[in-house]
C-alpha cells in the first residue's frame, strides 16, 4: 500500500510548463494557463485541492486581441479618494506594462475562491525574450 502512495507522488510532481504568447490571442492564452494552473489536464484533478503545474510566459509585450480592442477595451481602477475612479484602455496598459494586462486576464480566468490567490503565485511573466 505505502508503494502505491509513494508511485502516486512521483507522478504528482509539479511541473513546469514555457509558453510563448507572441502573436496569440490574449483571452485564448488566458484560458489555456489558468487551465495548467489548475491543473485541469491531471487525471487526478479536484476542484478543492492545487495540483496544478507552474506556468512561465515569455513575450508578454506581444500578445494581440482582436478587432477594435486594443482602443475599446478599458480597464478601470480606483485610487481610493472620492471620484478617484481611473480607466486606461488596452494599448496603453500594454505600453506601461503589459506583464499586469495579461496576469489581469489569467486571474478573472480562476475560480473565485480561496485557492485563487494560491494559483496565481505559481505564474510567472516575463515582457522579452527569457534568457537562460
Known amino acids: 500500500m505505502e508503494l502505491k502512495w509513494q508511485l502516486l507522488n512521483l507522478l504528482n510532481k509539479m511541473k513546469e510548463h514555457t509558453i510563448d504568447a507572441k502573436n496569440e490571442i490574449l483571452g ?4 489555456k494557463v489558468a487551465n495548467l494552473l489548475r491543473g485541469k ?6 476542484p478543492y485541492i492545487d495540483k496544478g503545474d507552474k506556468v512561465i510566459i515569455i513575450n508578454t509585450d506581444k500578445v494581440k486581441v482582436t478587432g477594435q480592442k486594443a482602443k475599446d477595451k478599458i480597464y478601470y481602477h480606483h485610487t481610493g479618494y472620492p471620484g478617484g475612479i481611473k480607466e486606461i484602455n488596452f494599448e496603453m496598459a500594454m505600453k506601461k506594462d503589459s506583464r499586469k494586462v495579461v496576469r489581469k486576464a489569467v486571474y478573472g480566468m480562476l475560480p473565485k475562491n480561496k485557492l485563487r490567490n494560491q494559483i496565481i503565485k505559481k ?5 522579452g525574450e527569457l534568457i537562460k
Not at 485564448?28 to 484560458?31: E, G, H, I
Not at 489536464?41 to 479536484?46: A, H, S
Open 28 to 31: 485564448r492564452l488566458a484560458v
Open 123 to 127: 505564474l510567472d511573466l516575463y515582457r
Open 41 to 46: 489536464g491531471k487525471p487526478e484533478f479536484v
